[in-house]
């Protein structure tokens, strides 16, 4: 704008400066004809002159409006959205394939283990046979048959033959499948040879087995053997004693390991420090941990001697169980609990592996 100015002022002042030099101009007081033509050419340049001026001007606004910065057209105003957008085209893509990952191979699983109320249910029903031959001493009580029926055996088969021998053998080669065999062959009469063969077989069928063999060494060369070392024990010596002059005391029975279920289950039965000694001459056997098996000693005379001196043994994964000494030599109160938890371990242990 100052610029515009500028020129225009400019512009009067050439027009004023060429009207005075045409007034000044020499010629008559009248106006002729060179007088008129002379300002006809005046007004003529002049006016040349002023749109020189503005052509001028006007180029120069023309360059600075270039080197100006432009600023960005306004944007343009807000549309509000309609109600609904307008659908667009989905693009839908072929399906495509995957290939379903590899499902392993179904494995055989092993029957739940029972719970304690079904196994106490198990143990209830068990068929159960029984030899205890001491039936045929008048003067002596069946510690074995008190533990039975304290065991409350109902709802399966419970077949006691006392010391018929011919009845037990009979029995083991019936069709009863038999969930546990008690031997107590306290007065040494009987169950030895044949016997054995038929007992190994119904151990290897599972079958659970206690029995109280206290005279191991006339035997454990003959048809035993094959039991005993499918077991992991063996014969370790005779035990005896003076019948004329001994110390009670000196057949103390240790636990050997007395956090054993097989001293606490369902009776605490504390160790057999106080003998009631009926048997004379003969105490027993003495057993030793033998090569194989899974053997474990849980008696004997020596509290730190674990594999040998053992007058209780336990094998096969808790079914068997071995007693070497008299069960009459020692209290009812402890023994009769003792020979319950017995057959409550192998029990227990029978029914783990059998359905």
């Not at 307008?86 to 995957?98: N, V």
């Not at 109320?117 to 031959?133: G, Q, T, W």
């Not at 206290?214 to 024990?233: E, F, T």
Request: charged share 15%.
């Amino acid at each position: 704008m100052q610029n515009q100015s500028a020129v225009k002022r400019w512009v009067g002042l050439l027009i004023i400066l060429a009207v005075m030099l045409a007034c000044n101009m020499p010629g008559g007081s009248t106006g002729g004809p060179d007088l008129e033509s002379t300002r006809g050419a005046l007004e003529l340049e002049s006016t040349k002159m002023s749109l020189e001026f503005e052509q001028t001007a006007l180029s120069v606004q023309i360059t600075q409006a270039a080197n100006q910065p432009t600023e960005p057209p306004p944007a343009p105003p807000a549309v509000a959205p309609t109600s609904a957008p307008a659908e667009q085209a989905t693009y839908t893509p072929y399906p495509t394939y995957t290939v379903p990952p590899e499902q392993p191979t179904a494995q055989p699983t092993e029957p739940p283990a029972p719970t304690e109320v079904d196994m106490k249910a198990k143990i209830k029903a068990a068929n159960v046979l029984v030899f205890e031959d001491i039936k045929g001493y008048p003067a002596l009580l069946p510690y074995v048959s008190r533990a039975v029926d304290n065991m409350g055996f109902s709802g399966g088969k419970v077949m006691n033959v006392g010391d018929a021998v011919g009845n037990f053998m009979q029995a083991l080669n019936s069709p009863v499948k038999w969930d546990l065999i008690v031997v107590s062959a306290e007065a040494r009469q009987g169950v030895r040879g044949e016997f054995w063969d038929v007992l190994t077989d119904q151990v290897n069928n599972n079958v659970a087995l206690v029995a109280e063999v206290w005279y191991l060494d006339q035997i454990a060369n003959g048809r035993i053997s094959s039991l005993l070392g499918k077991c992991g024990v063996d014969l370790f010596r005779d035990w005896a004693r003076d019948p004329n002059r001994f110390n009670e005391l000196d057949y103390s029975l240790y636990w050997l390991n007395p956090q054993h279920e097989i001293f606490s289950s369902p009776n605490l039965v504390a160790p057999l420090y106080t003998p009631n000694i009926y048997w004379m001459g003969d105490a027993g056997d003495l057993m030793k941990i033998g090569p194989g098996g899974d053997a474990q000693l849980l008696a004997g005379l020596h509290p730190k001697e674990k594999s040998t001196h053992g007058v209780l043994a336990t094998c096969l994964g808790g079914r068997v169980v071995f007693q070497t000494f008299s069960t009459h030599d020692y209290r009812q109160s402890q023994v009769v609990p003792l020979w319950e938890n017995y057959m409550t371990y192998t029990l227990t242990n029978h029914f783990k592996v059998v359905p």
